[in-house]
């Protein structure tokens, strides 16, 4: 059974830093590119960034590159968000997601989604 | 940056109609369409890949479909289970995906 657990969310304020971790299993985890999606409050889904099976290639949204550093440990199955220059807009829960693809170096589509863990920027 | 735009935003239906929601891409993205099903508090179930095909365990009576940069998903003989917020996702461009706003599908 594929399961994908979060952690590391809480509150910051404004400029702050959060580490997010995923930990997976039930799937060959180093074949999978892996994606964090955020939901606002009452909002829609937001495809925050990427990372390839190996690693090697990292993929951001326009609204937190510069700021946000997604990596993995093939060998501990687990994918991570450094999140740097926290702002207000970024409160959301942040999920991790697999990417059904098998061998994908880049992102498609995902079929299976961690219950998110919540990032609330305030002062 | 490709634009998805979903509507209507919300649809107001009751149980047993056939329901059709829209999808629009900015630009081509050929077949490279997903629609997920998010009801409250859970995450979002994959529906639809490939603009047509279905995922694992997803019923018939939900079928995706596409002309152009028009997407359609199509629920036939709605049941109450299927109330939820139905999202698109465009994967053709290389380095991001982009999804849709959402349409709300709620009892009438």
């Known amino acids: 059974e594929v399961q994908l657990l979060e952690s590391g969310g809480g509150l910051v304020q404004p400029g702050g830093s959060l580490r997010l971790s995923c930990a997976a299993s039930?799937?060959?985890?180093?074949?999978?590119?892996m994606a964090w999606v955020r939901q606002a409050p009452g909002k829609g889904l937001e495809w925050v960034s990427g990372i390839s099976g190996s690693g090697g290639s990292t993929f951001y949204a326009d609204s937190v590159k510069g700021r946000f550093t997604i990596s993995r440990d093939n060998s501990k199955n687990t994918v991570y968000l450094q999140m740097n220059g926290l702002k207000v807009e970024d409160t959301a829960v942040y999920s991790c997601a697999k990417d059904r693809i098998l061998g994908g170096a880049r992102p498609h589509y995902f079929d299976y989604w961690g219950q998110g863990t919540l990032v609330t920027v305030s002062s | 940056e490709i634009v998805m735009t979903q509507s209507p935003a919300t649809l107001s239906v009751s149980p047993g109609e056939t329901v059709t929601l829209s999808c629009r891409a900015s630009q081509s993205i050929s077949s490279n369409l997903a629609w997920y099903q998010q009801k409250p508090g859970q995450a979002p179930r994959l529906l639809i890949y490939g603009a047509s095909t279905r995922a694992t365990g997803i019923p018939a009576r939900f079928r995706g479909s596409w002309s152009g940069t028009d997407f359609t998903l199509t629920i036939s003989s709605l049941q109450s289970e299927d109330l939820a917020v139905y999202f698109c996702q465009q994967y053709n461009d290389w380095s991001s995906v982009i999804f849709g706003g959402g349409t709300n599908v709620e009892i009438k």
């Open positions: 039930g799937f060959p985890f180093s074949g999978h590119a």
